[in-house]
């Protein structure tokens, strides 16, 4: 059986170490904060100013003022700090946050990233991930694993890219895939989700990678 969104998360926050300066995408990415690992403190960062930003407030807790850059409403804790949106994007761009998970499109075997627009399609803006995935020292990427019957992991994007050669990890519904940027290993299978087959994983995607499965 594929990975649910849940499991594609708890998987995420296995990449979380003690004293992380974290930025999650939206969608799939958010639920990271929910299985942060035990005896694990991170920072959670937002493009929009906010730093150790605290989980999701319960129904009719809500503080409209506290939002994330999703624009979903979140909490604050004792340590929580806010600062404007250039003090974030100077973080971002200095390489001080440790981690970028977000969500995706399509991913090519070389680390090309493709996630902020379709074309012919209304989009807000671009957000932060071409900053995040340039400034950031890890770029893991949580998606489905196809879209529509096709595979999101591809030998070229064929969408615009958000950054070339900047993802380090794909974690997908289907497995974990690693990715070596500067060309010698290329795309590797690492892991594979529960009752998922290497076959069918094979089957499902187009890019090029090795199988190095982990015990």
Known sequence: MAWTREQMAARAAKELRDGFYVNLGIGIPTLVSNYIPEGVSVQ????????????????GE????????????????????????ADSFAMIRGGHINLSILGAMQVAENGDLANWMIPGKMVKGMGGAMDLVAGVQKVVVVMEHEAKGESKLLHRCNLPLTGANVVDMVITDLGVFTIDKK????????????????DEIKAKTEATFKVALKN
């Open 62 to 85: 809500e503080d409209a003022d506290l939002i994330n850059a999703g624009k979903q409403t979140v909490s604050e804790l004792p340590t929580t700090s806010y600062f404007s949106s």
């Open 183 to 198: 060309g010698k290993d290329g795309m590797a299978l690492i892991e594979l989700a529960d009752g998922v087959t290497l």
């Open 44 to 59: 959670l960062q937002s493009e929009n100013g906010m730093m150790g930003m605290g989980p999701f407030p319960f129904e």
